[in-house]
Every structure is written in structure tokens, then in C-alpha cells.
């Protein structure tokens, strides 16, 4: 897979266009693949009726890099990977599980009960990598045994559209559920962060389970009067060895009212060799010796309105081995032999590296 890499080195994008024209100083970018656009997420939970932080850091193609807990309190680490961690309290009865893949990055909390899970929390992240994060609080709640979540606030930067829906709410014969979601938007790309808490019974013991998580798809939609679209654009990426940087520019035209896309076919790619195959309405590049292809269309709608449309699919990464990331917290025994054994294949061929790190 690529991952896009902004103006600001600071900034740590998935793969994705970036209009250069008519866009505010700052450039927004979408992930693709692991969500590496963020560098990770804080997140407060309310717990056993204190508050459990957990901050996670992702490294420039997304895979997990560090999780702390705060407190540690009786957590272990049960699973170690560069896209998932979890851990568990020494009495089995709750569980952390930390997730980074494909576009989505999730954090889940599994307790013994609801009450273990009601009061407000937080979640924080860099939602498109500008260096300005999103602050958004909730609080979960208990209504007659059944779950509720609420989002309280949501602080974004300047230059992101807020969208909430309305809370959602489901029952079946062995629990209830309660959900609310919040969308991003920015320079036609849109995230999206979900909040929910479920309730079940098994065996007549309850079970309650928070999950967050923000996923985003690397596509970006930018509509408008052709004259707002006309203009050099450009897209940049990093490899999969996190360093290499690819590139592609072309540029929007106007001729006599109707709208085309045009590029140089000889200084159109830069950092890779890309071939590019033009249509009516754009055209499709794909870097050479890779599965890696954007496609870039430009259309007109019924009502006159032009929309330039970018999608881009990517290669796996699956042959760059992942170095597991860090922990704050003692490692289970078992997973501390894995990791061992996993260290010890990091050989650059990636048959040390398991299915869940591949990319």
C-alpha cells in the first residue's frame, strides 16, 4: 500500500489527491489502508468509575507503533502486533483491544457490566493530519439495564464540516445496543467515527462492550463550477517502505465551457514509473510493478454542477516486515514468547510476520 504524505513532513497521511487549488493553506488528505493519516488517537474511558486513558501512536504506514494505559493498574498485554494489541486485567474481567487496518482504527473495552462502563469519556485524534486535533466527548448511560451513548461536544478545527446523527438504538432477546456517529468532512474527503455500547447475556452473566472507531475511505470528491476545479492538482504518496516518495500532477482545463483533465505522460509521475491510461473523462495511472492504480474522473452533472473524483487502490505491503510496537504494561507470558519469535524472524523476507501483520 502507499500512504499520502502531505506538505508538512509532521503530518502522517494515507494515500489520496490533494487539490492544490482552491483549498485553504492547509491541505486535507484521506488514508488508505492502514489509517496512518491520524498518528494515532486518545481516547478516555470511563471505568469501574474512574476514568482509563489509552493513547496509541502509528507509525508513517499505519502500523501501531506504541500503546500506553493509563493507570496500568493489573493490565496485561495479552497480544502484541503491529495492527492489533490487547490487553486484560489480571481477573479476566476486562478487556482492551486496540486495532489499526485497512481504514479503520477501533478501540473496544469489553467489562463484566454495564456499570462498569457508565459515565463520560473522550476521544482525540488528527483526523486528516493537519496537525490539529478533534476533540469529541460522550457519555454512556444506563436506561432500565439498556445502554445509551450520547455524544456531549465535539471541537474541531476550522476547515472541518461536523455532521452527527441521531442516536440509534436495537434490542434482541439476549441484549440491547446503542450507537451514535459523527462525520468529517474536508476538501471532499469525509471520516467517520462511531460510538457504541452493547449490552448481552450469556449464561446469565452480562457482558457489556464499548467500541470506537474512526474509518475513512480514500476517495475524495471535490464539487463545484468548473472554473473552482481548473487548475494544477497533484497527488503524492509514500511506498510501503515508509520513505520513498511517488507523485502524480496534472491539471484541470476549461475550453470553451467544457471541462478536461490533461497531464504530461513524460513528467506526469515522479519517484516511481507510472503508465497512464487516458478516457473522456480522465484517466487511470498505475505505478509500474505494483498493483498501486488512481483513477481520476472529471464529470458534469444534470444540473451543471462538475465534480473532479479521485479513487485509488493500493498494494498490500504484505512482503515489509512490521516491528511490533511498545507497551506500558507487563507482557503475558505467552505473548512474550511470540514476540520473541517474531524478532527473530525479521529478516526482510516477511515470513516472520503473521497474517494480522500484513498490511
Not at 493489573?74 to 492489533?84: E, I, L, M, Y
Not at 504494561?329 to 497474517?355: F, I, L, M, W
Amino acid at each position: 500500500m502507499i500512504n499520502h504524505r502531505g506538505r508538512s513532513s509532521a503530518s502522517i497521511l494515507g494515500l489520496a489527491l490533494i487539490a492544490l487549488i482552491a483549498l485553504p493553506a492547509t491541505a486535507f488528505a484521506n488514508t488508505s489502508g492502514p489509517i496512518a493519516q491520524t498518528g494515532g488517537m486518545s481516547a478516555t474511558i470511563p471505568l469501574l468509575g474512574a476514568s482509563l486513558t489509552v493513547d496509541v501512536v502509528l507509525d508513517p504506514v499505519g502500523n501501531i507503533s506504541s500503546v500506553a494505559l493509563d493507570p496500568v493498574g493489573d493490565f496485561s498485554a495479552t497480544k502484541v502486533g503491529p495492527h492489533a494489541v490487547a490487553f486484560e486485567t489480571t481477573d479476566g474481567t476486562t478487556q482492551v483491544k486496540i486495532k489499526a487496518k485497512g481504514d479503520k482504527l477501533s478501540l473496544k473495552v469489553a467489562a463484566g457490566s454495564l456499570a462498569a462502563l457508565v459515565g463520560s469519556g473522550t476521544w482525540t485524534a488528527d483526523v486528516f493530519g493537519t496537525g490539529a486535533t478533534t476533540l469529541v466527548g460522550y457519555t454512556i448511560g444506563d436506561s432500565a439495564g439498556a445502554p445509551t451513548i450520547s455524544v456531549d461536544s465535539v471541537a474541531a478545527p476550522a476547515g472541518i464540516t461536523v455532521t452527527q446523527s441521531p442516536p440509534e438504538t436495537s434490542t434482541s432477546d439476549d441484549g440491547a445496543k446503542a450507537s451514535v456517529r459523527v462525520d468529517f468532512a474536508a476538501d471532499g474527503f469525509v471520516k467517520r467515527l462511531k460510538l457504541s455500547v452493547s449490552v448481552k447475556f450469556e449464561d446469565g452473566d452480562q457482558q457489556a462492550r464499548l467500541k470506537i472507531e474512526l474509518s475513512g475511505k480514500d476517495k475524495q470528491n471535490l464539487t463545484g463550477t468548473l472554473a473552482s476545479l481548473v487548475g494544477p492538482h497533484a497527488w503524492s504518496g509514500l511506498a510501503c517502505d515508509g520513505t520513498t516518495a511517488l507523485g502524480i500532477a496534472f491539471t484541470v482545463v476549461d475550453t470553451a465551457g467544457v471541462g478536461s483533465v490533461t497531464f504530461d505522460p513524460a513528467t506526469f509521475a515522479t519517484g516511481g514509473t507510472a503508465t497512464a491510461t487516458a478516457n473522456e473523462n480522465g484517466f487511470t495511472a498505475r505505478f509500474d510493478g505494483t498493483r498501486t492504480k488512481v483513477k481520476v474522473r472529471l464529470t458534469q452533472a444534470d444540473d451543471g454542477t462538475w465534480s473532479l473524483k479521485v479513487s485509488a487502490k493500493t498494494d498490500k505491503c504484505k512482503d515489509q516486515p512490521a516491528v511490533d510496537p511498545t507497551v506500558n504494561t507487563p507482557v503475558a507470558p505467552r505473548d512474550a514468547e511470540k514476540a520473541k519469535e517474531h524478532d527473530g524472524n525479521q529478516d526482510g523476507s516477511g515470513k516472520g510476520d503473521s497474517k494480522e501483520g500484513d498490511h
